[in-house]
């Protein structure tokens, strides 16, 4: 693999270009932020926060379910400690939440499907569409309860493995169309 990103022939620029990500992209915004003026990202479903704060409340709830009844049974102020750890803990989640799934993002190029996430550790997967081997659409009883899908697209490797959450089902399926013609047609080059 070059280490130049420009000895493939493609740009960093290039729209359909799925080079190495080495390089900070035009203006300085990092390798995570590639071709800014290029790259139409499209987001996800702001419903999906509500869904990920009602499985925080779930895990919180039995979180001071368990720490309230030691405290009770107990009197230690161990326990006492630990109720309050455990409402900061959930309020600072339950703002990450918020912020963490505004960050997703995914954008359907020529060649390849860009996925953004993440606000600490920032994640950027393209997955080319000759790699994919199959696109999964799922969506579990609360994700139904509001609407929503997940689409995760299977490759050979299992590290490249990309999902996007909090699609709409129409939009989902037809993403997984889309995504299952193109890997098709991308396969039979090979």
């Known amino acids: 693999m070059p280490s130049d990103p420009g000895a493939s022939g493609a740009r960093p620029s290039d729209p ?11 203006g300085g915004r990092g390798p ?12 996800i479903s702001t419903d999906l926060i509500w869904v990920e704060l009602i499985r925080l409340a779930v895990v919180v709830a039995i979180g001071l379910a368990v720490t309230a009844v030691g405290w009770a049974l107990s009197g ?27 960050a997703w993002g995914y954008a359907e190029r020529e060649n390849d499907l860009l996925v953004r996430h993440g606000l600490l550790v920032r994640r950027l997967s393209i997955v080319p569409y ?10 579990g009883p609360l994700e139904r309860a509001f609407d929503l899908a997940t689409v995760q697209l299977h ?7 990309a999902r996007v959450p909090g699609l ?4 989902a399926s037809r993403l997984r169309d889309r995504l299952t013609a193109l890997g098709e047609d991308r396969a039979e080059g090979l």
């Open 16 to 26: 359909g270009a799925s080079g190495p990500l080495l390089t900070a992209a035009p």
């Open 32 to 43: 995570l932020e590639p071709w800014p003026d290029t790259v139409n990202w499209q987001p």
């Open 76 to 102: 230690h102020w161990l326990f006492g400690l630990a109720v309050a750890v455990v409402l900061v803990l959930g309020a600072w989640r339950a703002v990450a939440i918020v912020r963490a799934v505004r």
């Open 130 to 139: 000759s790699r994919m081997q199959f696109v999964d659409v799922s969506a």
């Open 155 to 161: 490759t050979a490797a299992a590290a490249s493995d």
């Open 168 to 171: 709409r089902p129409a939009e």
